[in-house]
């Protein structure tokens, strides 16, 4: 059997996740991490991945990628990581507190509460050093979608759940709470929900397994959208290969919205939906826009904003309170004003 790996080595981002470890709780320590900060402006943004891109509560542009941490204040960028020695940065989250969490590839995440850096790696408790997501449930807890599973720190020790506990896979891309209190994994693997007591995991579509989930949202209605792939198989020549896929559950049934690839999902103020991902086995990254008017026809009307023609990726997705949309590259990042594109 034949696999295009090149192309699914591209839709995974080139990562490589590893073992996950034993389900645990550890009180994390921090008397020995603490590092001195200061913050460097400056006129250019990143010129590496951006990963991912967020927003604080007073409205600035916070932008992880492989280079640093950046905030962008609509005049100028602060670097707000250039005296952490960490290669590459995979999301940055400023908690309901106004601190700062920020996620890398390899070496854990930093705590940034305005004075000092904390770091919290598999010393302390963390499931990897490799985080891939950070994110905050209503309680206050922040989670970490890493390598080995996903991490929940109280503020106190950390609780990891892996597949012991029946999380679907231990590589976690993202994750996310639903109205109900429901949190939901999007994992190498399938899609699952924990209920707080038990994991449910989307096991079949159609009879076929779901493969690499990267993003996964509620939208205002209560339904769940998720991009992954589907292995299938050719009649001729009983080859195997990965189709990619945009899905929409309702609680009960899955609905195939298209057959483009989905890295990251954004429900904007008017309900659009935006996404980013390849278009095709072969083809381009694209950043997509669903509009709101059209999502439950049987062939949604999908506008493409923006497309990398040449190699390249397309990864976060924020919409900003002035409304504007702002994603990441393999170059940098973006904003889409509605009728401008600019990149920095």
């Known amino acids: ?20 470890k034993e389900p645990n709780q550890i009180n994390a320590s921090k008397g020995n991490c603490k590092v001195e900060k200061r913050e460097i402006v400056t006129r250019f943004g990143p010129k590496r991945m951006v990963r991912n891109v967020r927003q604080d509560k007073n409205g600035n542009i916070l932008i992880a990628s492989f280079q640093d941490v950046f905030r962008y204040d609509g005049k100028m960028f602060t670097n707000l990581t ?26 854990g995440v930093y705590y940034y509460n305005k004075k000092s850096v904390q770091h919290f790696t598999t010393r ?10 950070i994110y905050e449930d209503r309680a206050g807890n922040i989670w970490f979608a890493t390598g080995g599973g996903a991490s929940r720190y109280d503020g106190k020790s950390f609780r990891n759940f892996t597949t012991r506990d029946g999380l679907s896979s231990n590589a976690v891309n993202s994750i996310m709470e639903d109205s109900t209190g429901k949190l939901w994994f999007a ?6 929900f924990y209920d707080g007591k038990k994991f449910t995991v989307f096991k079949k579509n159609n009879g076929k397994p779901f493969h690499n989930v990267w993003s996964i949202i509620e939208d205002r209605k209560g339904n769940i959208w998720f991009g992954g792939s589907i292995l299938k198989e050719r009649k001729k020549g009983n080859i195997l290969i990965l189709e990619f896929g945009f899905w929409r559950y309702d609680g009960n049934t899955y609905t195939k919205i298209s057959n483009r690839g989905t890295s990251i999902i954004l429900e904007d103020k008017e309900g659009n939906i935006w996404t980013t991902g390849t278009v095709g086995l072969n083809g381009y990254w694209a950043l997509t826009r669903y509009d709101q008017k059209t999502l439950y026809d049987k062939i949604p ?21 002035d409304g504007s949309i702002w994603f990441g590259s393999m170059a940098g990042v973006y904003r889409y004003d509605g009728m401008t594109i600019t990149q920095f």
């Open 124 to 133: 302390e408790g963390l499931a990897s050093n490799q985080v891939a997501s």
């Open 82 to 107: 250039s005296k952490i020695q960490s290669p590459s940065f995979w999301d940055v989250l400023e908690d309901r507190k106004g601190n700062l969490w920020f996620a890398t590839r390899d070496s």
């Open 301 to 321: 009307k999908a506008t493409e904003i923006f497309a990398l023609k040449e190699m390249g990726m397309l990864c976060g997705i924020l919409q900003a309170k």
């Open 1 to 20: 059997m034949k696999l295009h790996t090149h192309i699914y080595s591209l839709f995974l981002m080139i990562i490589f996740f590893t073992s996950c």
């Open 187 to 192: 994992t190498r693997d399938e899609p699952c």
